[in-house]
């Protein structure tokens, strides 16, 4: 069996290749562990790489900054059986502002749009803390703003079945699962906001809220695979991102999850969702790829 795996900015992003290999390398070891031989791309053109080399493999995998990722993942769609979110689904939660949108009129709890004051200025469409700050600056082209929410900053990372595409053959009803509950080490520098890694898993007080919340997030949007949805919990937990991609919280998460995150992902995209994994203790995780237990 064969598997392709792509992370895009291991080629094209110095500032956030040691994330991209990262998160890369955990997703190699997991499939080299349940049998797979894993197939990357040789050089720098994801297009071509994908249309080469996914055809001759099982299964597939695309890893990319969310503005880019619905493309490459509808030239993966087409040439193997992909593991990750569907191309439409990716395209919808690309653009932070319309998903806060979409989001508000299914009664979950987004950010409130601010026009004045103290506020988060970010891309409408962007990837992970790039281009994010505290301001009270009008938002410039191609972006927007948000009400400021101090709290606690975590995300949850879910694991959902398939919902479309293959949906006659994979479609089995299962619900979608939490794969834990983490931290994020949020650093703000002169009013940019930093991201640094973080800790998992949690359980908080308000950990079945956030996961709540998160699973109804990957409903909405209509998301497969592995989704890393963003919170901020205040008094209740706010959305503040939704990536349809497998997120660096992975690194930390293989690292005390029993079950192997590749076969996860294989069984997920067949319908057959877990009611529950595993954990083994908790750690520390750097977005480089640095893991220490607590």
């Known amino acids: 069996m064969k598997a392709f795996l792509a992370e895009y900015t291991v080629f094209h992003d110095p500032a956030l290749a040691p994330e991209g ?13 349940c049998g797979y031989e894993v197939v990357k791309p040789e050089q720098g053109n994801l297009e071509e790489e994908i249309t080469r080399l996914a055809p001759e493999c099982d299964v597939g995998l695309v890893i990319a900054p969310d503005p880019l990722l619905a493309r490459f993942t509808r030239i993966l769609e087409g040439r193997t059986h992909n593991l990750g979110c569907d191309s439409m689904s990716a395209a ?14 299914h009664g979950i709890r987004v950010p409130r749009e601010a026009r004045s004051g103290l506020r988060v200025v970010k891309p409408i469409q962007g990837c992970g803390a790039q281009g994010v700050r505290l301001s009270r600056d009008s938002p410039l082209a191609g972006e927007f703003a948000q009400e400021y929410i101090e709290g606690e900053h975590c995300s949850v990372s879910i694991l959902a079945g398939r919902v479309v595409g293959e949906a006659c053959l994979y479609f089995s009803g299962k ?12 650093e703000i520098v002169k009013g940019a906001f930093y991201y640094r890694g973080g800790e998992t898993p949690l359980h908080p007080s308000w950990e079945k809220e956030a996961v709540d919340t998160a699973i109804r997030t990957v409903g909405v949007l209509g998301c497969q695979g592995y989704i890393g949805v963003d919170l901020v919990v205040d008094n ?26 590749a076969d996860l992902l294989v069984r997920a995209s067949r319908g057959d969702v877990p009611s529950e994994v595993h ?7 750097s977005k480089g790829g640095e893991v220490v237990r607590l």
């Open 21 to 33: 290999k990262a998160m890369l390398d955990v997703l190699e070891g997991s499939f080299s562990r």
């Open 236 to 261: 209740h937990p706010y959305v503040v991102d939704v990536n349809p991609r497998i997120t660096t919280s992975l690194v930390g998460i293989a690292a005390v999850m029993e079950e192997e995150i």
């Open 92 to 105: 919808v939660c690309a653009n932070k502002e319309k998903t806060g949108k979409i989001l508000t009129a």
């Open 279 to 285: 954990h083994q203790g908790r750690v520390r995780f």
């Open 175 to 186: 619900p979608p699962i939490a794969l834990a509950l983490n931290r994020q080490d949020i």
